[in-house]
């Protein structure tokens, strides 16, 4: 029996027309976008307006264009994989919506919650549905509306996060690209530091929760730098040196765009040089489960058949990790 890889076949992404850029943040809270530029590396954010419009709709474009791109039929699709913190309800899942609403008729799927470490996450679940055999295609989504759950008069976290998603195809091939390798890690002590209080099952939303605005993300933004920082940096020098790989042997490092500042210190820490390394959070911001799938489709182009590829990202629980991808076309 061949050796099964999982190759990400088809990558596409979408983001919702409009902008909120650091202009339109000064007019909001104090803050200045000399300010946000110097200290994130952020000059505009896509937001999802209109009534009713959620999580969900956006993995619609995104994955709807996709499987047109890639001229795969919707009933071929047999799993959904959806990495939110910000689902269209608690209950049904994103997943299991995207499905209905997109017309995968043959597909079931599952949320899953890991901040913004999520696409990684569900890359390496998917990964293993692939390798064991028993399915043949799996889309593999990250989205986030984070306006939903932006308090816009918090300038600690309004400055940082925009909504969008990105998606990939996954599909079984005996050849030596696709998934190679994944570490994933997680420690909770990070939940004081980046979280949102209330609409779980320890505090319900009431009134005055609400009232509170408990129901925002709420960060200590420093320590959270600081462990991004070291948690990456370790994680893809881990894999390397797992795989027996050196920075050289790598040609794109993707990773999770949470402030510019924490990507180039991780390249500087792991001596990458930058000019293989993707940005676009000037663009978009920090768009959570969605940050990397995004960068893979604007870089898809520059990608090359057997290019290794390391996505490595950080976020809230604290959950981190890195996955090193063979790039298959
Ligand atoms: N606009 C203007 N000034 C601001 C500001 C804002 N939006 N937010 C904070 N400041 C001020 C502070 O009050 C402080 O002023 P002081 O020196 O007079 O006290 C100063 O700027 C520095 O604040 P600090 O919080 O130390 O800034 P920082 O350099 O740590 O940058 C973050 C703040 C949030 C940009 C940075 O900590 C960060 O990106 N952390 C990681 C967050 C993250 O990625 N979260 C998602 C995880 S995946």
């Keep these: 029996m061949p050796n099964i890889n999982a190759a990400i076949t088809a990558v596409h992404a979408w983001v919702p027309e409009d902008i909120l850029s650091n202009k339109d943040l000064e007019k909001m809270v104090d803050t200045n976008d000399e300010w946000i530029r110097t200290r994130t590396g952020i000059e505009e954010r896509r937001i999802l307006k209109g009534e009713g419009l959620a999580t969900s709709d956006m993995a619609v474009e995104a994955v709807g264009q996709l499987l047109e791109k890639k001229g795969i039929a919707k009933e071929e699709i047999e799993l959904v994989i959806f990495a939110t913190v910000t689902p269209d309800t608690t209950m049904p899942d994103t997943a299991n919506t995207l499905c209905t609403k997109l017309g995968l008729t043959n597909a079931y799927g599952f949320d899953l919650n890991a901040a913004c470490s999520g696409f990684i996450y569900a890359i390496t679940v998917g990964n293993q549905f692939i390798k064991s055999g028993t399915h043949k295609k799996v889309i593999v989504v990250g989205g986030d509306k984070m306006s939903s759950i932006i308090d816009y008069e918090d300038r600690a976290t309004c400055i940082i996060f925009g909504d969008g998603c990105g998606a990939v195809l996954l599909e079984p091939t005996i050849e030596s690209v696709g998934v190679q390798d ?130 490595t990202a950080f976020g809230g629980g604290f959950t981190w990790g890195a996955v090193l991808i063979k790039w298959a076309y």
Excluded at 238 to 257: A, F, M, T, V
């Design 182 to 311: 994944s570490i994933l890690k997680g420690d909770g002590v990070g939940r004081e530091f980046l979280y949102i209080t209330s609409g779980g099952s320890k505090v319900p939303n009431t009134v005055e929760t609400i009232k509170n605005k408990d129901n925002f993300v709420r960060q200590n933004g420093a320590p959270v730098f600081k462990a991004a920082v070291k948690g990456m940096s370790n994680v893809v020098s881990e894999l390397l040196e797992k795989n027996n790989l050196g920075i050289d042997d790598i040609s794109w490092l993707i990773p999770h765009q949470a402030n510019k500042r924490i990507i180039t210190s991780v390249a500087n820490s792991l001596k990458f040089p930058m000019e293989k390394v993707t940005m676009n959070i000037h663009k978009y911001g920090n768009t959570t489960a969605a940050t990397i799938p995004l960068c893979m489709w604007e870089w898809e182009d520059q990608f090359k058949k057997g290019d290794y590829i390391i996505l």
